[in-house]
């Protein structure tokens, strides 16, 4: 089994789904929505946004310095930490700090899965649009592990596809990879 599976070749990024979803954020005095797209990263240990979109809306927080160690080294830089209010489909708030970055990914490409529709329960068929729906441009809130009791949870899976459920936004996501997902990969800086 060992000797067949190193004779696989690596997958291409463009077959890899990320964990995304738009998420009602909160901002200002009287509490004004606005979507904003987040990837849940169970390997990152802090949450990061973009500083543009935290002083855009106007986000509190204050100045720090951190050292952000990466697959490429450490990086020590003056940023902001902001207090992030996400919005669950209960209307409960969800409170997140987050490190302000100026970019974290490029726009995310439309990726095709009607391909691995047929994998998945007739419930989950039947719901495939809503389930598919993935957010459009760059990610604009990266939601780190440390708020892990927050991020989606397993729903369904099939082979290395995972449709997860969240208490945000419509409320499924799809993530893992299949060599029939169709699409480009997104850029992470």
């Given at each position: 089994?060992?000797?067949?599976?190193?004779?696989?070749?690596?997958?291409?990024?463009?077959?890899?789904?990320?964990?995304?979803?738009?998420i009602?954020?909160?901002?200002?005095?009287?509490?004004?929505k606005?979507e904003?797209?987040?990837?849940?990263?169970?390997?990152?240990?802090?949450?990061?946004?973009?500083?543009?979109?935290?002083?855009?809306?106007?986000?509190?927080?204050?100045?720090?310095?951190?050292?952000?160690?990466?697959?490429?080294?450490?990086?020590?830089?003056?940023?902001?930490?902001?207090?992030?209010?996400?919005?669950?489909?209960g209307g409960?708030?969800?409170?997140?700090?987050?490190?302000?970055?100026?970019?974290?990914?490029?726009?995310?490409?439309?990726?095709e899965?009607?391909?691995?529709?047929?994998?998945?329960?007739?419930?989950?068929?039947?719901?495939?649009?809503e389930?598919?729906?993935?957010p459009?441009?760059?990610?604009?809130?990266?939601?780190?592990s440390?708020?892990?009791?927050?991020h989606p949870?397993?729903?369904?899976?099939?082979?290395?596809?995972?449709?997860?459920?969240?208490?945000?936004?419509?409320?499924?996501?799809?993530?893992?990879?299949?060599?029939?997902?169709?699409?480009?990969?997104?850029?992470?800086?």
């Open positions: 089994e060992v000797k067949k599976l190193l004779q696989v070749p690596m997958l291409n990024g463009d077959k890899v789904l990320l964990r995304l979803q738009s009602w954020m909160l901002y200002g005095l009287s509490a004004t606005i904003i797209n987040c990837f849940f990263d169970n390997g990152s240990t802090c949450s990061l946004i973009l500083t543009a979109v935290a002083e855009k809306y106007g986000l509190l927080g204050y100045d720090v310095r951190v050292t952000i160690t990466t697959v490429h080294g450490d990086e020590t830089r003056e940023t902001k930490l902001y207090v992030v209010e996400l919005l669950d489909v409960k708030r969800k409170v997140i700090r987050a490190l302000g970055m100026d970019k974290i990914s490029s726009a995310i490409p439309v990726v899965l009607l391909g691995v529709k047929h994998y998945f329960s007739k419930e989950i068929q039947e719901k495939w649009t389930v598919t729906k993935r459009e441009g760059e990610i604009e809130m990266l939601i780190g440390e708020v892990a009791s927050i949870i397993r729903k369904e899976s099939v082979e290395n596809l995972i449709i997860s459920t969240s208490v945000f936004g419509n409320g499924w996501s799809v993530h893992g990879h299949h060599a029939e997902v169709k699409g480009d990969g997104a850029i992470f800086s």
